[in-house]
């Protein structure tokens, strides 16, 4: 991934304006998740912690709303959530689709930035934040907000990459635009480089991996996963068709299928009471 393309990933207004102003980037993405992979993600990810019966819940980097639509059989009714993103689109959605399951109330939600919580010391049950702390221009303080927001014995809910997930698809990038054959934007907050951030801050840490692979038929997918993001979503027409034609070589090699390894997992964080 060419260094402009990682840095852009840190730019608040690009985040907020451009890539999720909606979620019709980020679906594009998930699509290969949801369709080629186990496609349970959000489900997973709610079975794992002891939620309270009642209490708050922070969602940071909220979305769409898609975890909550998924987490009913494991979330218990009596949580009160609040939901934030960088993104007001993306909390506009978020809210609309968490308050038509009727199932957990919507105590508070707003655009907000990660670095500096517009909360309370102390406020929140549990915070999650999934997928998100690596776009922060400062990862740990990101997690030292979410430590001061936690209630003493809280909970965070914290998920991130591997440093090499997806490489098979971060090649084909690279085969094109140049840089590196793997997603550079996570360095600061991977799996490997999360955990001892992580650990230095709470009382408990406990990653939970996520095993999955991608077995991709359809080249289209692929494509509609690159031209979501930089570079691919400004490619010139030379480079769309050298993307195009990179993928139809790849799928050619694996007969048809496209393989892509993955490295995902959760940290479940307590903090000290």
């Known amino acids: 991934m060419p260094a402009e393309t990682a840095s852009i990933w840190n730019d ?38 002891t939620w309270p019966v009642e209490g708050r819940v922070l969602e940071l980097g909220c979305g769409a709303g898609w975890f909550w639509a998924s987490a ?23 809210v609309r689709r968490t308050r038509g399951l009727s199932r957990w109330p919507v105590e508070e939600s707003r655009a907000a930035d990660a670095s500096a919580l517009p909360f309370a010391d102390a406020s929140f049950d549990v915070v999650q934040a999934l997928h998100m702390l690596y776009h922060l221009p400062s990862p740990a303080k990101g ?23 997806m ?19 996570i360095d600061a907050f991977s799996l490997e ?18 095993p999955d692979t991608l077995r ?17 979503d400004a490619a010139t027409p030379d480079q769309a068709a050298a993307l195009r034609r990179v993928i139809d ?8 299928t496209l393989t892509v390894t993955k490295s995902v997992g959760v940290f479940l964080c ?3 009471g």
Do not use: C
């Open 193 to 210: 480089s999360a955990e001892p951030i992580l650990r230095e801050r709470f009382a408990q840490v406990e990653l939970r991996a996520y």
């Open 249 to 256: 070589e790849a799928f050619a090699r694996g007969g048809g």
């Open 167 to 185: 490489a098979e698809l971060f090649a084909l990038n690279a085969a094109v635009f140049g840089g590196a054959a793997r997603d550079e934007t």
């Open 143 to 165: 997690v030292d907000e979410i430590l001061r927001v936690l209630r003493p014995g809280g909970l965070a809910v914290i998920a991130t990459n591997g440093r090499d997930t």
């Open 216 to 232: 991709i038929t359809d080249p289209a997918d692929v494509y509609g996963y690159h031209a979501s993001s930089p570079p691919g």
């Open 12 to 49: 608040r207004e690009y985040l907020r304006e451009e890539q999720y102003r909606d979620s019709s980037k980020l679906a594009a993405r998930a699509n290969l998740h949801g369709k080629y992979g186990r496609g349970d993600w959000f489900a997973w990810v709610a079975a794992q912690p």
């Open 270 to 272: 307590r903090k000290a």
């Open 72 to 94: 009913a059989p494991h979330a218990p009714a009596g949580l009160e959530l609040t939901l934030t993103d960088l993104s007001p689109g993306m909390v506009d959605e978020a």
